[in-house]
């Protein structure tokens, strides 16, 4: 089992839809948790970044940690077509992330 | 400021073979990281490197290796090619100081994307 679980989807919602993507990780040592965007043929981008538990706001999205339950999840608002992409969770302790496997996202028009 | 470059960008070798992949980090950045990435396994964490020495190690065998040179750029290397190695290896260069990894700092270039037949 890996320690950073992410359904793989992939997720199809239509323009303007709430998007909620969410992974689970299993070390309760990790202490950072992070939020990424890849685009096809590119390299992940960081979106979102937390540390302990909370929430977190960046126009539209939000990032929330639940460390009692171990769940990570990324909500993104009026979803955009360009918001189209793989989406890779990742937490960790002081050095080394853990990554998902990734969710593939498709915002159609 | 010029982001992560990655040196090729499309490498194809056959099993047996080895190869090395480069990175230059960010200007002023000291630390640099590589991953493996696949659609089996996700990202997975080799190595980083900080002001030319490997401070952290992923799970990986000994035929992944890297180095660090004096101005932060680095290079991994391969050695005896596998077709499981078929993967895009990104690098991450990061502004870390010497006593933390800063992951909200860490940016990744568009990876080196190997084929092994």
């Known amino acids: 089992q890996k320690e950073v679980e992410q359904d793989p989807g992939p997720l199809s919602v239509p323009e303007g839809a709430i998007v909620s993507l969410n992974c689970t990780y299993s070390?309760?040592?990790?202490?950072?948790f992070m939020w990424y965007r890849q685009y096809s043929r590119k390299g992940p981008e960081l979106l979102m970044y937390?540390?302990?538990?909370g929430n977190k706001e960046d126009g539209r999205f939000t990032a929330q940690v639940d460390k009692s339950s171990k769940y990570i999840s990324l909500f993104i608002r009026d979803s955009q077509p360009s918001d189209s992409a793989t989406y890779l969770c990742?937490?960790?302790?002081?050095?080394?992330?853990?990554f998902g496997r990734g969710t593939s996202l498709i915002v159609h028009p | 400021k010029a982001g992560v470059t990655q040196t090729p960008r499309y490498l194809i070798k056959t099993r047996g073979q080895q190869v090395t992949l480069s990175c230059s980090p960010i200007?002023?950045?000291?630390?640099v990281s590589w991953y493996q990435q696949t659609p089996g396994q996700g990202l997975q964490f080799l190595f980083e490197?900080?002001?030319?020495?490997?401070?952290n190690k992923g799970n990986f065998p000994g035929r992944f290796s890297g180095r660090q040179f004096s101005n932060s750029r680095s290079e991994m290397n391969v050695s005896t090619l596998e077709l499981g190695d078929s993967a895009l290896y990104l690098c991450a260069s990061s502004a870390a100081g010497r006593e933390t990894f800063s992951y909200n700092e860490q940016f990744f270039g568009p990876g080196t994307r190997l084929t092994v037949l």
């Open positions: 200007s002023g950045h000291r630390s």
């Open positions: 070390n309760s040592a990790f202490q950072y």
């Open positions: 990742a937490s960790g302790g002081s050095y080394i992330p853990t």
């Open positions: 490197y900080f002001s030319e020495t490997q401070r």
């Open positions: 937390t540390y302990s538990s």
